[in-house]
């Protein structure tokens, strides 16, 4: 999982469910994903498979640097240049 999913999922938990909800399920999620390692190199990496939607393009690179199996997402349109294979995770 990359870094800023953990901020946006606490963005939007935060104001579904409340601050103590939401900082419940983080710590629980982190118990099971891990969070990618990247740096400047995978933002560089990003720029090929940009779709349209450059966040998308970082999620695909932070993938790849974590050797992920499968990418989710609620918003499929972006990962048009995935070489991963992208679920969606709004079911």
């Known amino acids: 999982m990359s870094w800023h999913t953990v901020s946006n999922l606490s963005y939007i938990l935060v104001k ?3 601050r103590e909800s ?3 399920f983080i710590e629980n999620i982190s118990k099971v994903c891990r ?10 990496k990003a720029f090929q498979y940009d779709s349209g ?8 690179a932070c993938a ?16 048009g240049k995935s070489p991963l294979p992208v679920a969606n995770g709004m079911r």
Request: hydrophobic share 45%.
């Open 53 to 60: 939607d450059f966040e998308d393009a970082m999620q695909i």
């Open 22 to 24: 939401a900082r419940s």
């Open 35 to 44: 969070i990618a390692s990247v740096g400047h190199d995978d933002l560089e």
């Open 64 to 79: 790849l640097a974590c050797d992920a199996e499968l990418i989710v997402t609620r918003d499929l349109k972006g990962f």
């Open 16 to 18: 579904i469910e409340g």
